[in-house]
């Protein structure tokens, strides 16, 4: 079965450092897509970047990007130059395939990152 | 264009009561799920659904029932409440097409007490 660990529950860094996210995984499957999501005080949940396991380049968004190490099972996220906004549950997730062709996601515990200013 | 929309945003029921959690999405999605999120802890999948009159199970069923009769709708039925599904549950829809991405909705935040 697949799991996802996410090692660091609480995380706090000061406005404008960077800071990463770790996350491993375990899976036999060799084709699949890993997730960042952000979920602030709201509780929406909001995707925040986005890797195919087939692509050996790492994904980029603006201030976000990853690190993905396949042969490792490891897919940390790093947010540059942290803004107040960046506040919030980051959930790391794999995605995987269901019946008929659903792809269901599996959900780390979560890290809690506080930027103070 | 709302996107997904989960009614109600809280609900507290009693042991033993029954309620439906509604879900609705205008994106035309044939994939949706059911997740619950237990305090501190990331999303688990309930139930999903590939299509109009298709659904299947996911890790956390026990406790639930869904059903699919259009592509918009996917309620979540809770039978006979109990303390343990007290929890924050999401409705999510997704295209398969290219990008796997899930679209979630706000959330319910349900207390059995």
């Known amino acids: 079965a697949q799991t996802v660990t996410q090692s660091q529950p609480e995380m706090s860094v000061q406005e404008a450092e960077t800071v990463t996210l770790s996350c491993t995984y375990d899976?036999?499957?060799?084709?699949?897509?890993l997730f960042w999501y952000k979920q602030p005080p709201s509780r929406q949940m909001i995707l925040v970047i986005r890797?195919?396991?087939?692509?050996?380049q790492n994904a980029t968004e603006n201030r976000f990007s990853v690190n993905f190490q396949k042969a490792a099972k490891s897919f940390s996220l790093k947010i540059s130059d942290s803004q107040l906004g960046d506040t919030a549950m980051y959930f790391c997730?794999?995605?995987?395939?269901?019946?008929?062709?659903?792809?269901?996601?599996?959900f780390g515990q979560g890290t809690r990152l506080t930027i103070n200013p | 264009n709302a996107g997904v929309t989960q009614t109600p945003k809280f609900r507290i029921l009693k042991i033993g009561q029954s309620m439906t959690l509604q879900c609705t999405q205008d994106m035309n999605h044939n994939y949706m799920y059911w997740y619950r999120q237990d305090p501190g802890m990331g999303l688990k999948l309930i139930y999903y659904s590939v299509g109009a009159g298709i659904t299947d199970k996911g890790e956390v069923p026990n406790g639930y029932n869904v059903s699919r009769s259009t592509t918009e709708d996917f309620p979540l039925r809770l039978e006979l409440a109990a303390p343990s599904q007290t929890s924050v549950y999401f409705c999510a829809s997704g295209k398969l097409a290219t990008s796997y991405e899930q679209y979630f909705g706000p959330g319910t935040r349900l207390t059995v007490t």
């Open positions: 997730a794999f995605m995987k395939h269901g019946s008929q062709g659903a792809q269901k996601l599996v």
């Open positions: 899976t036999s499957e060799n084709n699949y897509y």
């Open positions: 890797q195919e396991a087939y692509k050996q």
